[in-house]
């Protein structure tokens, strides 16, 4: 039985999604390991993911690296960021720290994630054209 095309977008989203999350956690982990406060380690996590993500997520998972799309990619990781913030400063007081939580938040973290860039940022473009 094949895959329909947005399961197969979505096994796609997996895969980058775990080399996604993979760099921005090392980044982040790295970053609390190194002093910097939970708020800018998620900063630098995402700042130094964006381009490589926008090539995975946009190139590989959608088909599509149109640089009009930026701006909403953007907008998006920024209001993930403050999302994943709230939830990071919410669940470390019950679990072992920082790392923890947003160990525990990435799964959820990721398929909101999916939700926005299939819903908000790669949108099929409609053809004014009929």
């Known amino acids: 039985m094949a895959l329909s095309h947005g399961h197969q977008r979505f096994l796609r989203f997996i895969a980058a999604g775990v080399a996604n ?6 980044v982040y982990s790295a970053a609390v390991l190194g002093g910097v406060p939970v708020w800018g380690a998620l900063v630098a996590g995402n700042v130094a993911g964006i381009g490589f993500n926008f090539l995975t997520t946009g190139g590989y998972v959608f088909r ?3 640089l009009t799309r930026l701006p909403r990619f953007i907008a998006a990781y920024l209001l993930l960021y403050g999302l994943n913030l709230l939830a ?3 669940l470390a007081h019950w679990v072992s720290g920082p790392i923890f939580a947003q160990a525990i938040l990435t799964p959820p973290m990721s398929v909101l994630s999916y939700f926005f860039m299939a819903k908000f940022v790669f949108v099929p473009v409609k053809s004014s054209i009929p």
């Open 88 to 90: 990071i400063n919410g």
């Open 64 to 66: 599509d690296l149109a």
């Open 21 to 26: 999350t993979l760099f921005g956690f090392a």
